[in-house]
């Protein structure tokens, strides 16, 4: 049986801190000088800041990051909410789009051309595949994991999300993808498997990223 070593949930705010910085800092020179190539290399930096601190404090991975075969009505189940959960932040872009269309158009084109800027299959590797375990290693696994001692299921989605909605670094897109963030920090705590946010995230960007490749230049990344 294993024995939990639960940490204090400070210490996930202290790591989500310098994820950040590291995203703010490092990530846009290695972008812009690998293209998405670079997203790669960043996706693989955050891999490490969820994982390093696992082993430098102590904490076994296994509790960390619970892997387990997901059952099949489980991946109906996230499926499912999946797609509710993509109507809500759809509807937030709409509203942001209508506020502030310029800018929004700006962002979905951006990320679009940037994402269509290689092959498919490297593409959906690089920004579906990698974000699913590395991202999901980090939010869901470390961080999340370090808010288990509070007793508040909500408080915990709730900020988990609104951190993953500050995570990406864009003020465009932070309401549909807190919403998607409360989405996956659900399926996280309710079934201590990060095999289905994985499945989450990697559905989310690989449907984004076929939008992407379907509609001219990219314009469908974000939109």
Same mark, same amino acid.
């Given at each position: 049986m294993i024995q939990e070593k639960q940490?204090?949930?400070?210490?996930?705010?202290?790591?989500?801190?310098?994820?950040m910085?590291?995203?703010?800092?490092?990530?846009?020179?290695?972008?812009?000088?690998?293209? @998405?190539?670079?997203?790669?290399?960043?996706?693989?930096?955050i891999l490490a800041c969820g994982v390093t601190p696992v082993f430098t404090l102590g904490y076994d991975i296994r509790l960390?990051?619970?892997?387990? *075969?997901? *059952?099949?009505?489980?991946? !109906?189940?996230?499926?499912?909410?999946? @797609?509710?959960?993509?109507?809500?932040?759809?509807?937030?872009?709409?509203?942001?789009?209508?506020?502030?269309?310029?800018k929004m158009f700006e962002v979905s084109k951006a990320i679009g051309d940037y994402l269509t800027g290689a092959p498919l299959l490297v593409s959906l590797f690089i920004s579906a595949v990698m974000p699913a375990v590395c991202e999901e290693t980090l939010c *869901?696994?470390?961080?999340?994991?370090?808010?288990?001692?509070?007793?508040?299921?909500?408080?915990?989605?709730a900020v988990i999300g609104v951190l993953?909605? @500050?995570?990406?670094?864009?003020? !465009?897109?932070f309401?549909?993808?807190m919403l998607l963030g409360f989405a996956l920090a659900y399926i996280?705590?309710?079934?201590?498997? @990060?095999?289905?946010?994985?499945?989450?995230?990697?559905?989310?960007?690989?449907?984004?990223?076929?939008?992407s490749y379907a509609m001219p230049s990219g314009a469908g990344a974000d939109d």
């Open positions: 940490p204090k949930f400070y210490i996930g705010l202290i790591v989500f801190a310098a994820a910085l590291l995203l703010l800092f490092a990530a846009p020179p290695i972008q812009a000088s690998l293209g @998405i190539y670079g997203l790669l290399l960043t996706e693989m930096l960390v990051l619970p892997v387990s *075969r997901p *059952r099949l009505h489980q991946v !109906f189940g996230v499926l499912l909410l999946w @797609i509710g959960s993509l109507l809500s932040a759809y509807l937030a872009a709409y509203i942001t789009m209508y506020l502030s269309p310029d *869901r696994g470390f961080i999340q994991y370090t808010f288990g001692g509070l007793k508040n299921k909500w408080l915990v989605i993953f909605g @500050i995570f990406h670094w864009n003020p !465009f897109r309401v549909p993808t996280m705590h309710e079934t201590r498997n @990060i095999v289905l946010p994985a499945l989450f995230h990697f559905t989310n960007n690989g449907v984004t990223l076929l939008m």
